[in-house]
């Protein structure tokens, strides 16, 4: 079964770095696009940045400039580093295809930014 297990999460004050990682159970060569999503308590999951296979990437205007996102086919690991981060970035992080696949969903990592 395919699988994607996202790590690299935690607590961290305003201001500070984390990096995820998104680890594939299969090559991801094949998923041209691939996201970093997240959901807020009460919110909708929303798409932070996504990387294609030819290394185009695109943010969202909140994570803009802060944020970078990479691939590593090979591994079948995509990364988001994570900078400046604001309590606001409080989420449950996800990785999978844009647009996503119903049944790649994994359980996701918690970040939790304080003030």
């Known amino acids: 079964q395919e699988q994607l297990v996202e790590s690299g999460g935690g607590l961290v004050q305003a201001g500070g770095s984390l990096r995820l990682s998104c680890a594939a159970s299969?090559?991801?060569?094949?998923?041209?696009?691939i996201g970093w999503y997240r959901q807020a308590p009460g919110k909708q999951r929303e798409l932070v940045a996504s990387?294609?296979?030819?290394?185009?990437?695109n943010y969202e205007l909140p994570v803009k400039g802060r944020f970078t996102i990479s691939r590593d086919d090979a591994e079948n690991i995509t990364y988001l580093q994570m900078n400046s981060l604001k309590p606001e970035g409080t989420a449950v992080y996800y990785c999978?295809?844009?647009?996503?696949?119903?049944?790649?969903w994994g359980q996701g990592t918690q970040v939790t930014v304080s003030s």
């Open positions: 999978n295809g844009v647009p996503p696949f119903g049944g790649l």
């Open positions: 299969r090559s991801i060569v094949s998923i041209n696009r």
């Open positions: 990387i294609t296979r030819a290394g185009t990437t």
